[in-house]
C-alpha cells in the first residue's frame, strides 16, 4: 500500500469513504483502520506519510478555488472534474462505521452496480472510512459520505523554506492578528504541500495546487496558497512534505482601495476599461501612475527574495578546495548553487544585493542613556556584490560570502545566520546625456563624481599593529592626498574596482581602522535610503576625498567572546577531543571537567574551530566568569542566556547546526554550600533558568547542542 513520493502509486490504492470532524481543526487526516494497521505494525513514522486523495466531482460542484482575481483550473476526466488533494496523518486510525442498505449511489450490491466501495459492500459491512476537517475538506471539494481513492507516500521530498499568501485580504487580517499562534503551531496543522509548480499532465497543463485551512482560533479559520517553495521540486514532483525545520514566509494581501470618482468619469472609465478588454478594477482608473505606485511589489512577486544560511569564504575546508579565479576570495562575492543561479529570482542577474536578517528580538537591548543622536548614521545594510557558482556546495541551502563582503556586513566569520538575496536594481548612471528634456538638466549636478570616505578613529590596538604609523583624515591637503592613495592601495583591487554601495562599510585591515564609503552628491530622491544607490568603481574614474576621522558606531554584535583567530597545538588528548566531537555530532551535550590550569578552555576553543570549519557549525563561546565578576542581576543574566541559546537555534536553520560553549559552569552555578544561604539561593535560581532554557533550545530537533566546561561534576549545581 505504502510507495515512494517519487513516483506515486497506481495499482496500490484503496478506496474508502469521507467523513467530515469538525474537531479536527488541521490539515491531517485519520486512516481506516486496515491501513493504520500497516503502517504502524511496518514501525512507519507518521511525520513521513503523506495521503493523497483522488477523487471526481461534477463540473457544477467543482469549487471555484480563486485568489480573488483568477480562477485555478482543475483537469477533468470522463464526466467530472478530477482532483487530487493531499493531507498528512495524525498517526490514528478513523472510527469505522457499517454499511448501511442504501448509499449515496443506490441501493448497495444491487445488479449492475457500479462496484467500489459503495457497490462492493453489503448491508452490514465494515466501510473504510477516512475522517478529515470539515472546514478543510469543503475547501477543496470534500462532502461527507463521498467515495475517494486512498494513495500513501513515504518519505518525500521536503521542503526548508516555504512562500505562502492568504486566499483573500480577510485571511491576511486574521493572520496578522494571530501572528505568533500560527507562527508556533503552522507545523502541528499542515504537513503536505502542493507544488504550486506542478502541472497536471492530463489537463494541458494546469495547476494541481489547492489552497489550504490554518485553524488560527476554536471559531476563526484562514485559507492560505503556497505560492514557492525551497529548494524548489520538479514540475512531476506534485506535493512535498514540510520540514521540522522549515521558515514559511507570508505574503501579505491587503484589502484595494477604492478612490471615489470625479463627477463624470465613472462612464469614462467605464467605456475605457470595455473597449480596451481590460478587467474592470472597482471603477479605478487604470493610469501610469497606479501601475508605477504597485510596481515595487509586483516586481518582488515576480523575484521573490532568496533566503540561504550563510557562511564565510574564509573556512579552509573540503567545499572551499577549487582554487579557480571565480572561486578566489576577492572583493564582495557571493557563491550560490547552480540551482539558485537558474531559478526565476536571479536567472541572467550578475549583480545581487545581500543583506543579513537579524531578528530584533535577538539584538542586544540599548541602553537609553548610551543611545546614538539621531544625527548618528549607521553603515548600509543592503551591500550589492557579484553573484558566482558553488559547484562544490553541501547543499542547496547554503551561500559563501567572500571575507570582505562579512565585513562589509559586519559579519566577520559568518557561520551561520540567515542570508537575504535580491537581484539588484539598476546602477546609477554615468553620465547626464539621458536626460534630454530640461527640467532634467539639473540632474546632471547629482552625478557620482567623489567617493567620501569618513574613517574611524583607531584603537590603541589598531595603532599598535599599524607599523606606518599613517593619520587618516590630516587637515592639510597633502595628508589627505596621501590618506587617499594609502586607501586606493589598500581596496583599490579587491573593493573599489568593484560594485560601491552608498553608505557601505570598509572593514577594518592591517593599518587601516574601518570606515564608512558614501557618494559624492549624494543621489536626490531618496532621503529614506529605502532604495539601494550603488555603481560599479572600475568603470568610472572617481576621485577619492577622506573626512575627518569620526567615533566608530556602535554595532550590533552577536552574544558571548569571539574565539582566537587560531586555537592553541594540544598534543596527547587526541582521544578525549574525537570521544567528545564524536557526541557533540551526534547531538548529546558534554560536560568537560579538569582542574584548574588543565587546558579544559583551550580543548573548547580548538572543538569549536574544528566543527566550525569542518561541519559548519556555528559557535558562540560565553564565559561564565563575566557575569559572576560583574554581579550581573538575575534577570539580566536570564535574558543574556536565552539571548545565547535563541541566537544559536536561529543559526542552525535550513539543516544547520550550533555549538554553545559555557566556560566555567560551576561559576555560574556552583553547589549548595551550608554557610552560603545567599549564594545557595542565587546558584539554584540560576540553575532552574538555565536548565528551562537549555530544554527548550537543545532538543533533538534543534540543531543546538552544548559543551560546558567545570572543575568536577561536584562543583556543578545539582540541579543541571
Known amino acids: 500500500m505504502a510507495a515512494t513520493a517519487r513516483k506515486p502509486p497506481t495499482s496500490s490504492s484503496a478506496q474508502a469513504e469521507i467523513s467530515l470532524l469538525p474537531t479536527l481543526k488541521s490539515c491531517l487526516l485519520n486512516l481506516p483502520s486496515a491501513l493504520a494497521a500497516v503502517l504502524l505494525n511496518s514501525n512507519t513514522l507518521a511525520q513521513n506519510v503523506i495521503v493523497e486523495l483522488s477523487f471526481r466531482l461534477p463540473f457544477a460542484a467543482a469549487p471555484p478555488l480563486t485568489d480573488g482575481s483568477r480562477q485555478r483550473k482543475t483537469p477533468a476526466v470522463g464526466n467530472g472534474v478530477e482532483k487530487r488533494v493531499w493531507f498528512g496523518w495524525t498517526g490514528m486510525q478513523s472510527q469505522g462505521r457499517l454499511a448501511g442498505l442504501v448509499g449515496r449511489e443506490g441501493i448497495r450490491g444491487a445488479k449492475g452496480d457500479g462496484g467500489g466501495s459503495g457497490g462492493g459492500l453489503r448491508e452490514g459491512q465494515e466501510v473504510a472510512v477516512v475522517e478529515v476537517d470539515a472546514t478543510f475538506g469543503r475547501l477543496v471539494g470534500?462532502?461527507?459520505?463521498?467515495?475517494?481513492?486512498?494513495?500513501?507516500?513515504?518519505?518525500?521530498?521536503?521542503?526548508?523554506?516555504?512562500?505562502?499568501?492568504?486566499?483573500?485580504?480577510?485571511?491576511?487580517?486574521?493572520?496578522e492578528l494571530h501572528a505568533h499562534f500560527l507562527e508556533m503551531n503552522f507545523l502541528s496543522q499542515v504537513r503536505a504541500l502542493p507544488n504550486p509548480a506542478a502541472a497536471s499532465a492530463t489537463a494541458g497543463g494546469n495547476s494541481l495546487s489547492h489552497p489550504l485551512t490554518l485553524h488560527l482560533t476554536p471559531t476563526s479559520t484562514a485559507n492560505i496558497l503556497v505560492t514557492s517553495l525551497t529548494p524548489a521540486p520538479l514540475a512531476s514532483q506534485a506535493f512535498v512534505k514540510i520540514s521540522p525545520d522549515a521558515e514559511v514566509i507570508v505574503a501579505p494581501k491587503t484589502r484595494r482601495r477604492t478612490e471615489a470618482p470625479r463627477p463624470g468619469s465613472a462612464a469614462r472609465d467605464s467605456r475605457s476599461v470595455a473597449s480596451t478588454g481590460r478587467r474592470s478594477e472597482g471603477g479605478r482608473s487604470t493610469k501610469g501612475s497606479t501601475r508605477h505606485q504597485r510596481g515595487g511589489h509586483e516586481e518582488e512577486k515576480?523575484?521573490?527574495?532568496?533566503?540561504?544560511?550563510?557562511?564565510?569564504?574564509?573556512?579552509?575546508?573540503?567545499?572551499?578546495?577549487?582554487?579557480?579565479?571565480?572561486?578566489?576570495?576577492?572583493?564582495?562575492?557571493?557563491?550560490?548553487?547552480?540551482?539558485?543561479?537558474?531559478?526565476?529570482?536571479?536567472?541572467?542577474?550578475?549583480?545581487?544585493?545581500?543583506?543579513?536578517?537579524?531578528?530584533?528580538?535577538?539584538?542586544?537591548?540599548?541602553d537609553p542613556q548610551a543611545q546614538p543622536?539621531?544625527?548618528?548614521?549607521?553603515?548600509?545594510?543592503?551591500?550589492?556584490?557579484?553573484?558566482?557558482?558553488?559547484?562544490?556546495?553541501?547543499?542547496?541551502?547554503?551561500?559563501?560570502?567572500?571575507?570582505?563582503?562579512?565585513?562589509?556586513?559586519?559579519?566577520?566569520?559568518?557561520?551561520?545566520?540567515?542570508?537575504?538575496?535580491?537581484?539588484?536594481?539598476?546602477?546609477?548612471?554615468?553620465?547626464?546625456?539621458?536626460?534630454?528634456?530640461?527640467?532634467?538638466?539639473?540632474?546632471?549636478?547629482?552625478?557620482?563624481?567623489?567617493?567620501?570616505?569618513?574613517?574611524?578613529?583607531?584603537?590603541?590596538?589598531?595603532?599598535?599593529?599599524?607599523?606606518?604609523?599613517?593619520?587618516?583624515?590630516?587637515?592639510?591637503?597633502?595628508?589627505?592626498?596621501?590618506?587617499?592613495?594609502?586607501?586606493?592601495?589598500?581596496?583599490?583591487?579587491?573593493?573599489?574596482?568593484?560594485?560601491?554601495t552608498e553608505g557601505m562599510l570598509l572593514p577594518a585591515q592591517a593599518g587601516w581602522p574601518g570606515g564608512v564609503l558614501d557618494f559624492d552628491p549624494t543621489p536626490p530622491g531618496d532621503p529614506s535610503k529605502s532604495r539601494v544607490n550603488w555603481l560599479v568603481g572600475g568603470d568610472r574614474k572617481l576621485e577619492i576625498t577622506v573626512q575627518p576621522e569620526t567615533a566608530r558606531p556602535k554595532l550590533p554584535q552577536p552574544p558571548g567572546e569571539a574565539l582566537p583567530e587560531r586555537p592553541l597545538h594540544l598534543v596527547g588528548v587526541d582521544e578525549l577531543i574525537e570521544q567528545t566531537r564524536k557526541s557533540l555530532l551526534h547531538t548529546s551535550s558534554v560536560l568537560l571537567t579538569g582542574g584548574?590550569?588543565?587546558?579544559?578552555?583551550?580543548?573548547?576553543?580548538?572543538?569549536?574551530?574544528?566543527?566550525?570549519?569542518?561541519?559548519?557549525?556555528?559557535?558562540?563561546?560565553?564565559?561564565?566568569?563575566?557575569p559572576v565578576t560583574d554581579e550581573t542581576r538575575v534577570k539580566t543574566l536570564k535574558e543574556t542566556l536565552r539571548r545565547v541559546f535563541a541566537s544559536a537555534q536561529w543559526a542552525a536553520r535550513f539543516g544547520g547546526r550550533s555549538l554553545v560553549i559555557l566556560d566555567d559552569l560551576d561559576r555560574l552555578c556552583p553547589v549548595e554550600t551550608e554557610l552560603q544561604v545567599d549564594a545557595n539561593g542565587r546558584s539554584r535560581q540560576v540553575s532552574e533558568i538555565l536548565c528551562s532554557i537549555v530544554r527548550e533550545f537543545c532538543g533533538r530537533d534543534q540543531g543546538v547542542v552544548l559543551l560546558a566546561t567545570a572543575q568536577s561534576k561536584e562543583a556543578v549545581n545539582g540541579v543541571v
Open 596 to 626: 584548574l590550569g588543565s587546558g579544559k578552555t583551550s580543548m573548547a576553543q580548538l572543538l569549536a574551530h574544528r566543527l566550525r570549519n569542518e561541519y559548519l557549525f556555528h559557535t558562540t563561546y560565553f564565559p561564565c566568569r563575566t
Open 142 to 175: 470534500l462532502s461527507e459520505g463521498m467515495k475517494v481513492n486512498v494513495s500513501l507516500h513515504l518519505d518525500p521530498p521536503q521542503a526548508h523554506a516555504v512562500h505562502i499568501e492568504p486566499l483573500t485580504a480577510t485571511d491576511w487580517e486574521i493572520i
Open 302 to 366: 515576480a523575484r521573490p527574495p532568496i533566503f540561504l544560511r550563510g557562511v564565510t569564504r574564509a573556512l579552509k575546508n573540503e567545499w572551499f578546495e577549487d582554487e579557480s579565479e571565480e572561486m578566489r576570495d576577492e572583493g564582495l562575492k557571493v557563491w550560490l548553487d547552480r540551482e539558485h543561479l537558474l531559478s526565476r529570482t536571479l536567472r541572467g542577474i550578475t549583480w545581487a544585493t545581500v543583506s543579513i536578517v537579524k531578528p530584533a528580538g535577538l539584538q542586544e537591548p540599548i
Open 373 to 500: 543622536s539621531p544625527t548618528d548614521s549607521l553603515p548600509a545594510t543592503r551591500i550589492v556584490a557579484r553573484l558566482c557558482p558553488w559547484d562544490d556546495a553541501p547543499d542547496a541551502s547554503h551561500v559563501a560570502l567572500s571575507t570582505l563582503l562579512c565585513g562589509a556586513l559586519n559579519a566577520e566569520g559568518l557561520v551561520g545566520g540567515i542570508v537575504r538575496i535580491d537581484p539588484a536594481p539598476p546602477p546609477l548612471p554615468k553620465t547626464a546625456s539621458a536626460l534630454k528634456e530640461h527640467s532634467q538638466q539639473a540632474g546632471k549636478d547629482a552625478i557620482v563624481k567623489r567617493l567620501r570616505i569618513t574613517p574611524f578613529i583607531a584603537t590603541t590596538s589598531q595603532k599598535a599593529v599599524s607599523a606606518s604609523g599613517l593619520k587618516f583624515g590630516g587637515e592639510s591637503k597633502a595628508e589627505r592626498e596621501e590618506a587617499a592613495q594609502r586607501i586606493r592601495s589598500l581596496f583599490g583591487k579587491t573593493i573599489l574596482d568593484g560594485p560601491l
